[in-house]
């Protein structure tokens, strides 16, 4: 087994996954979002020979300790791209319906935002990209570098409920029309600069950074989609756990369990009796949270919210 102390993220709400998940040792199960394996590392020690872990990331990153930590455990696959095509990549392996368990750990991981090379924190600077996938797409900077400043401000208001918006993509505007805006630390001063209030034990940043990182990885998209796939790809009896970090976030989870659990309803002047149509989940226990001692060892833990529903027959 590899040494843990070498791989120091801190998995969140680790117990509470797997006893979410229920690992059957001869089971297959899939991380929908490998980060750097904290939690896949404790599906494994679950499985036997037979057990079966598939793991998705876009990260190259994350390819690359995958590849360090558990290449040689002919249970584990590693197949690097977004969790969009998750029901593509299971059907590829014959195990559409016969998925025990999905896993998915949403957001930013604590090694990604710990690099400021890749440009997602404002505690270091460095260059402005927040791609979870650099090799794709475009970076933080380039978009905020040519976003009309309208579209700038809706974002800041929808995707980080920011609500000095106008003010901060008007600031950003004007900004980037001396110079470019090219690393993290001048974006953050800028946005710190035009918002006139401080949420307590936040950085006046935080909001916008998380927007803007929205966009850039098309995280709410990517989410909606790959939600209908995880009720094609489950075995009857199977679980599906999501973490989510922020509200947007687990408001799509928590909208779609409930709407997979309670079905269509038949409309009350049809003379139809029975139950709703399209059940396809039970919702299991209440969210969790973590606790006091998990927040106090990885402060990062403090705003998981961890959702479970399980695969109707």
Same mark, same amino acid.
């Given at each position: 087994?590899?040494?843990?102390?070498?791989?120091?993220?801190?998995?969140?709400?680790?117990?509470?996954?797997?006893?979410?998940?229920?690992?059957?040792?001869?089971?297959?199960?899939?991380?929908?979002?490998?980060?750097?394996?904290?939690?896949?590392?404790?599906?494994?020690?679950?499985?036997?020979?037979?057990?079966?872990?598939?793991?998705?990331?876009?990260?190259?990153?994350?390819?690359?300790?995958?590849?360090?930590?558990?290449?040689?455990?002919?249970?584990?696959?590693?197949?690097?791209?977004?969790?969009?095509?998750?029901?593509?990549?299971?059907?590829?392996?014959?195990?559409?319906?016969?998925?025990?368990?999905?896993?998915?750990?949403?957001?930013?991981?604590?090694?990604?935002?710990?690099?400021?090379?890749?440009?997602?924190?404002?505690?270091?600077?460095?260059?402005?990209?927040?791609?979870?996938?650099?090799?794709?797409?475009?970076?933080?900077?380039?978009?905020?570098?040519?976003?009309? @400043?309208?579209?700038?401000?809706?974002?800041?208001?929808?995707?980080?409920e920011e609500r000095f918006h106008r003010r901060v993509a008007?600031?950003?505007?004007?900004?980037?029309?001396?110079?470019?805006?090219?690393?993290?630390?001048?974006?953050?001063?800028?946005?710190?600069?035009?918002?006139?209030?401080?949420?307590?034990?936040?950085?006046?940043?935080?909001?916008?950074?998380?927007?803007?990182?929205?966009?850039?990885?098309?995280?709410?998209?990517?989410?909606?989609?790959?939600?209908?796939?995880?009720?094609?790809?489950?075995?009857?009896?199977?679980?599906?756990?999501?973490?989510?970090?922020?509200?947007?976030?687990?408001?799509?989870?928590?909208?779609?369990?409930?709407?997979?659990?309670?079905?269509? @309803?038949?409309?009350?002047?049809?003379?139809?009796?029975?139950?709703?149509?399209?059940?396809?989940?039970?919702?299991?226990?209440?969210?969790?949270?973590?606790?006091?001692?998990?927040?106090?060892?990885?402060?990062?833990?403090?705003?998981?919210?961890?959702?479970?529903? @399980?695969?109707?027959?």
């Amino acid at each position: 087994m590899t040494d843990q102390r070498e791989w120091p993220h801190r998995p969140v709400l680790l117990a509470e996954v797997l006893a979410a998940l229920a690992v059957q040792p001869n089971g297959y199960y899939v991380d929908g979002a490998f980060g750097r394996g904290g939690h896949a590392a404790a599906i494994l020690e679950q499985l036997g020979s037979e057990g079966r872990l598939l793991a998705l990331d876009r990260d190259p990153a994350a390819e690359e300790c995958a590849t360090a930590r558990f290449g040689d455990d002919r249970r584990f696959t590693f197949v690097r791209q977004p969790f969009s095509r998750l029901a593509e990549t299971v059907a590829e392996r014959d195990w559409t319906g016969r998925v025990n368990g999905l896993l998915f750990d949403l957001g930013v991981s604590s090694p990604q935002l710990d690099d400021p090379a890749r440009g997602f924190s404002f505690g270091r600077d460095g260059p402005l990209d927040m791609r979870m996938d650099p090799t794709a797409g475009f970076s933080a900077a380039e978009w905020l570098a040519q976003v009309a @400043e309208v579209e700038l401000a809706r974002a800041l208001a929808e995707f980080g409920e920011e609500r000095f918006h106008r003010r901060v993509a008007r600031a950003i505007v004007a900004a980037r029309q001396q110079e470019p805006i090219m690393t993290t630390a001048r974006l953050a001063d800028i946005v710190a600069a035009a918002v006139p209030t401080r949420e307590p034990g936040k950085h006046p940043a935080t909001r916008a950074f998380q927007a803007i990182r929205i966009v850039v990885n098309d995280e709410l998209s990517e989410l909606s989609v790959v939600l209908p796939q995880a009720v094609q790809i489950l075995a009857p009896g199977g679980r599906l756990a999501v973490i989510s970090f922020h509200s947007l976030e687990d408001r799509l989870v928590k909208q779609f369990m409930r709407e997979q659990a309670h079905g269509r @309803e038949w409309p009350l002047d049809l003379p139809v009796m029975g139950a709703p149509e399209g059940m396809t989940l039970r919702l299991i226990g209440q969210p969790v949270r973590p606790g006091a001692a998990e927040v106090a060892a990885n402060p990062r833990a403090r705003s998981a919210f961890l959702r479970v529903a @399980e695969r109707l027959t």
